[in-house]
Structure formats: C-alpha cells, structure tokens
C-alpha cells in the first residue's frame, strides 16, 4: 500500500491536484481512498459530484465515536474512489492534528483504511498547528509538497519540508519527502522558480501542471478533468503526474535540506523581478 500525502498552502490547489491525481490513478485500476483535512471539507467534493460529505469530526460530536459505521464516513466517489473527509475545527481555532488523527485512528478501528494508494490531501498551512501530525505518526509516508512559483506558497512548502527534516532524524524514520509539484499559477519564471527550489531541498520537480481554464471548467461542472474532459491535455498532464508518483520510490536516507528565510528570499529574487 502507498501512502501518499500532498501538502501545500491554503488555495493553491491541493484538492483539485489530489482529486485529479486520484482519478488518474483510479483509471489504472488501482483502489484509492483519498482522505481530505482541511477546514474547508472539500477535497473529495469533485470525486463525489459536488456533493459535500459528512466529515468524521462532525460525525464524532453528533453521535460519539463508537455509533459510527464505515458507511457513515466513507462514501463511494467517481470510479469508485472511496472519499473521507476529516473535518477541522472552526477557522482561526488550530485542532493541533486532533482531525486528521481521529479519522485515522476511526478509519482503522473500522478496517476502512486500505486500498492500493491512500491520498491524503493535508492543508499544510503556517497556522495550522497539525500539519505534521500525520507524518509523526506514520500515515503520510510520501510526502509531495504542491507549491506554485507565489513566495508565500514556497514559504509553506519550506516550512513543510522543516518538518519532515525533523522527523527524518529519528531513528525510525516515519516519512520521505517524494518531491515538489508545481500548480502553476502562470507567474513569471515560474518553473526555473520551483525546480531551483526543489533542487535546493534535495529533491525534484515530480510535475509541472499548468494553469488552464479546463480545470475551472471542470470544477463548475462538479468533475474532475479526468472525468469531464478525459481526452484534454491537461488530463494527461494528471496522468502523467500519477505515473511518476507510482514510480517514485523515494530513499529514506535521502534528507531534505530546507532553506532558511535569506537563501529562500535571495532564491525568489532570483527570478520575481519588475
Ligand atoms: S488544524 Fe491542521 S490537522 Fe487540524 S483540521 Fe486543520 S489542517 Fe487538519
């Protein structure tokens, strides 16, 4: 089973990155859960046709942990995709982890967490106090960071990539970092940008997705590219992303090495000028 954990700031496009990335790797006839964290509850949301699902933190306080079934929080999506959504606290109001931890631990207890590929889809924001909580306790096992050529985008994936820098001096280590997705959002020198930055932290570009109208097309639609427009390039950008991530084997002696705040700033001058 690969465990695989996308991480990235708020909006710049994880869910629709894991979502995408999911159906590309449904297509290869693969079982995929795809777990989301995040406040916002809408990772799955284009896997489940625009339906909001219920998450496991909501469900916990309504009707307690054990009166909970695997059909109370695990639903069936596009190419059969099973989707959870872990839930968050209230804006403003860190969970330290405590989300996504619940779910894990209740997806266990009820046998629900399997498949050929798990997808965790994990806002990795600054202010968010839990976002390594996964990687600490084992479940995020591959971690790539979905970044864009935004300083503050690179900033979160820096920080993301501390964490895992920490982690990875254990003597068990529980996590690798799996490489460095860039969700374009067409800025200039971009791509020199985000293939500097990945090689700086000791690791690679796994893919470069470019900004088209496609995604946002597909998303009114309440689908995924791969469903709504499975002939178009930008699917097979997906497919090609979804590829890799299954040929990647990352070395856990491989440590990322993550910048500090001059050599990240002194990289972004580099290439964001007037
Ligand atoms: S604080 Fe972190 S762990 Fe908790 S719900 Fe938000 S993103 Fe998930």
Redesign the pocket.
């Known amino acids: 089973m690969k465990q695989i954990a996308l991480y990235g700031k708020g909006g710049i496009g994880k869910s629709t990155t894991s979502a995408n990335l999911s159906a590309a790797l449904s297509e290869k006839s693969l079982d995929i859960l795809q777990i989301g ?3 916002k509850h809408d990772s799955t949301r284009m896997l489940m046709h625009g339906q909001w699902i219920p998450t496991v933190l909501d469900l916990v306080r309504e009707k307690g942990e054990g009166n909970i079934t695997t059909e109370d929080v695990v639903f069936s999506g596009y190419n059969n995709i099973r989707c959870v959504e ?4 209230e804006p403003g109001v ?7 931890i619940a779910t894990f631990q209740l997806l266990e207890k009820l046998d629900a967490l399997y498949g050929d590929v798990i997808v965790y889809d ?2 990795g ?1 600054v202010v ?4 390594a ?1 996964p990687m600490r306790e084992g479940y995020a096992r591959e971690v790539y960071l979905v970044t864009s050529g935004d300083f503050m985008a690179l900033y979160a994936a820096n920080n993301i990539c501390k964490a895992i820098a920490r982690l990875s001096k254990r003597s068990k280590p529980c996590c690798t970092l799996g490489g460095v997705i860039c969700n374009s959002q067409n800025i200039e020198g971009e791509l020199g940008l985000v293939s500097e930055f990945a090689e700086k932290i000791n690791s690679e570009l796994t893919g470069f997705i470019p900004r088209s109208q496609i995604v946002r097309v597909s998303e009114v639609n309440k689908k995924t590219v791969l469903e709504y427009a499975p002939e178009s390039e930008q699917a097979d950008v997906y497919r090609k992303l979804a590829e890799k991530i299954m040929n990647t084997n990352p070395d856990p002696d491989k440590k990322p090495t993550p910048l500090s705040m001059d050599e990240l700033e002194t990289l972004a001058q580099k290439y964001i000028k007037a």
Request: hydrophobic share 30%; aromatic share 4%.
């Open positions: 964290c995040d406040p872990a839930g968050g606290p860190g969970c330290a982890g405590r989300g996504i994990v806002l924001d968010c106090g839990g976002f909580m």
